[in-house]
C-alpha cells in the first residue's frame, strides 16, 4: 500500500503544485504583506495632523469629486478597505479611518485613485472592475478543471482549461495594470502632500508596492504554468487511463430523472419572476432556501450517478463545471479536484502563519489614537469618531436594508443550481 501511494505521490506531486500554484502564491504573498505591513505601521509614530478618513475627504476636495462620493468606515472587525463604482463609495476599515499613520494613508490615497480614475473615466473604470471580479473567478476556476483532467485524460479537457488560463491571464493583466496605475497615483498625491516626512514618505511608498507584489506573483504563477502546458499535457496523456462505466440502467435514469425534475422544478420556483410572486409555484411549507439547498443536492446526486457515463468528449468538461459549481458533500465525494486546491490552500495558509508568527511577536503592539491622549490628534480622532459612528451606523444600515429586496428576488445557491443546468441537458440530450 506504502509503496502505491508513493508511486502515486511521485508521478503527480509536480503536476499539483503547479496547477494550485497561482492560487497559493497569491495566499502566501498576501499574508506576507499583512506582517509586512503592520511591521511598517509600528515602525512609525502616528503623528500625522489628520486621521486618513480626514486625509481622504480633504483630498477628494482637492481633487473635486467629493459631492460625488461616500466615505464611509466600516463597523469594527470588517475588512473593507475598497471602493464601490457602483456606488461611488470608499469604504475603509474601522482601524484604518481613525489611523494618523502615513502607512494608512497610503491604503486611504490607493481606494481614493480608484474613485479619482472612475470620475475621470466613467466608462472604463466599471470594466477594470468587472474584470477584477471575472479574474478572481476564472483564477480559481482553472485549478478545479486541470486537477480534474488529472482522473479523466481528456485533450478537449486541457485544452479548455488552456484557453481558461489564458482567459484568466488577460483578465489579471488589466487587474494588475489598474492596480500599479492607482498606486502611481496615490504615490503623487502622498509625495506633493507637505504633512509627510522623507521617511513616513518611504514607508507608504513600501506599502503601495508591498501591496501590488500580490497581484505580480499571480500574474507570474499563471504564466509559469501556461509555460507549463507541454508537460502538463504529456503527464496526464501518459499515466491516466479512463474506464467509462457501463450505461445506466433504468433505475438508474429513474433517478436521473427525479433528480432533474428537482433541480428543473427549484430554478423555476426561485427564479427572481416566481420570487416576486410571493411564492406562487412553491407551497408555504417549503421554505425558499430549503428548495435551494434540495436542488443543489439533487445536482450533485445527479453528478454522482453519471460522472463516468461513456457519453462524448463534451461530458469532463461539463462534469468538471458541475463540481466547481456545487458546494454540497455528494458533489465533494465525487470532486476530488475541489477538495484538494481547499486542502492545498489551507494548508498554505497555516504553513505561511506558522512560519510568520516569529515575526509577529517581535512587532510592538498597536497603540490606537484613542490611547495616545498626549498626541495633539487625539482628542480630535475621539470627537471625530463619536460624530461618524452615528452617521456610518444608519448609511450602513440603510445599505442592508436596501440590499434585502435583492437578496429575496435571488436566492445564494441560484447561481449554482444554474450552473448545473449544462450539465444536466447534454446528459439527456446527448443520449
Not at 489611523?99 to 466599471?126: C, I, M, Q
Not at 420570487?275 to 406562487?280: D, I
Not at 453528478?303 to 463545471?321: C, E, R
Amino acid at each position: 500500500m506504502l509503496a502505491s501511494l508513493w508511486s502515486v505521490v511521485s508521478t503527480w506531486w509536480l503536476y499539483v503544485l503547479l496547477t494550485s500554484l497561482p492560487e497559493s502564491l497569491m495566499l502566501a504573498v498576501s499574508r506576507a504583506h499583512d506582517v509586512f505591513a503592520r511591521w511598517l505601521d509600528a515602525s512609525l509614530p502616528d503623528d500625522l495632523p489628520l486621521v486618513t478618513g480626514e486625509w481622504v475627504e480633504r483630498e477628494a476636495r482637492r481633487l473635486g469629486i467629493r459631492e460625488q462620493l461616500e466615505i464611509l468606515a466600516a463597523p469594527e472587525g470588517e475588512a473593507a478597505n475598497s471602493y464601490r463604482p457602483a456606488a461611488r463609495r470608499i469604504l475603509l476599515e474601522h482601524r484604518t479611518y481613525y489611523k494618523n499613520d502615513a502607512t494608512h494613508w497610503a491604503v486611504g490615497a490607493h481606494e481614493l485613485a480608484h474613485a479619482w480614475l472612475h470620475a475621470r473615466f466613467p466608462r472604463a473604470s466599471p470594466l477594470l472592475h468587472r474584470a477584477r471580479s471575472a479574474a478572481r473567478g476564472v483564477t480559481a476556476f482553472v485549478p478545479v478543471l486541470l486537477l480534474t483532467n488529472a482522473f479523466y485524460g481528456s485533450t478537449e479537457l486541457h485544452w479548455a482549461a488552456m484557453r481558461m488560463l489564458e482567459l484568466a491571464l488577460a483578465l489579471l493583466t488589466l487587474q494588475v495594470l489598474d492596480e500599479l496605475l492607482t498606486s502611481t497615483l496615490a504615490a503623487r498625491w502622498l509625495r506633493v502632500d507637505g504633512d509627510l516626512s522623507r521617511r513616513q514618505l518611504r514607508r507608504a511608498l513600501l506599502l503601495l508596492c508591498g501591496a501590488a507584489a500580490t497581484y505580480v506573483a499571480g500574474l507570474a504563477s499563471l504564466v509559469l504554468v501556461r509555460l507549463s502546458a507541454d508537460w502538463l499535457s504529456r503527464q496526464v496523456l501518459e499515466h491516466t487511463h479512463v474506464s467509462p462505466a457501463a450505461p445506466l440502467s433504468a433505475a438508474g435514469l429513474i433517478a436521473c430523472g427525479l433528480c432533474t425534475t428537482l433541480c428543473a422544478y427549484a430554478l423555476v420556483a426561485l427564479s427572481p419572476g416566481a420570487l416576486v410572486r410571493e411564492g406562487s409555484l412553491r407551497p408555504d411549507w417549503l421554505d425558499a432556501r430549503r428548495l435551494e439547498r434540495a436542488g443543489v443536492l439533487a445536482a450533485g446526486a445527479f453528478l454522482w450517478i453519471t460522472w463516468d457515463q461513456p457519453l462524448d468528449a463534451a461530458w469532463p468538461f461539463l462534469v468538471t463545471l458541475a463540481v466547481a459549481a456545487q458546494t454540497t458533500i455528494v458533489a465533494l465525494v465525487l470532486a476530488p479536484a475541489s477538495l484538494l486546491v481547499s486542502a492545498l490552500l489551507f494548508g498554505v495558509e497555516r504553513l505561511s502563519a506558522a512560519l510568520l508568527r516569529p515575526w509577529n511577536s517581535w512587532l510592538p503592539a498597536y497603540e490606537s489614537v484613542e490611547e495616545s491622549s498626549a498626541h495633539p490628534a487625539a482628542r480630535r480622532a475621539r470627537r471625530l469618531r463619536e460624530r461618524n459612528k452615528r452617521r456610518d451606523a444608519s448609511l450602513l444600515r440603510g445599505l442592508v436594508q436596501r440590499a434585502q429586496p435583492a437578496r429575496r428576488r435571488q436566492e445564494p445557491g441560484l447561481g449554482r443550481l444554474a450552473l448545473s443546468l449544462p450539465m444536466l441537458a447534454y446528459f439527456w440530450f446527448a443520449r
